[in-house]
C-alpha cells in the first residue's frame, strides 16, 4: 500500500502552479534570439541567447503552458524558428540567479504578439 500511495502522489508532486517556483509580481523583458525549442509536454519550453549591454550572451530556458494551449489557440511549433529574433516578457525565478523564467508574452520578429493568460489559451 505504500508504493500505490507513492506513485499516486508522484504526479501531483510534478505538476506546480507558477507562483511556486516563479516572482509573478515582477517581471523582465528580454530581448534575444531562439537557440531551442522543446515543443513538449507538460510544458512547452523555449531557449534563447540574450545579450546584456556589454556584449555577454546569457543563455536563457523559458517555460510555458503545454502544447494543447497553443493548439487551441491555433499556434503551432511551425510558427517559431530557431535564430529568429525575439522579445519576451517572463517571470523570473525566485531563485534570482538562474536564467529561468515562466513567459507572460512574446513578440515575434514579424511583429505578431502572443500573451499567455493565467490557464487560458495564448492569445493569436
Known sequence: TSFALLLTAIP??????IAAEFDT???????????????INPHIYF???????SGNVRKWSLETYPTG???????????????????VVCYRAKDGTQAFGYL???TLS?????????????SR
Do not use: C
Open 12 to 17: 501531483a508532486l510534478a505538476h506546480h502552479t
Open 25 to 39: 509580481r515582477d517581471t523582465v523583458t528580454l530581448q534575444g534570439v531562439f537557440t531551442k525549442i522543446d515543443w
Open 47 to 53: 531557449y534563447m541567447d540574450v545579450k546584456d549591454d
Open 69 to 87: 494551449f497553443f493548439h487551441r489557440a491555433g499556434i503551432t511549433r511551425d510558427l517559431f524558428k530557431l535564430g529568429d529574433p525575439v522579445t
Open 104 to 106: 507572460k508574452e512574446m
Open 110 to 122: 514579424s511583429g505578431r504578439k502572443i500573451a499567455f493568460d493565467n490557464g487560458r489559451p495564448p
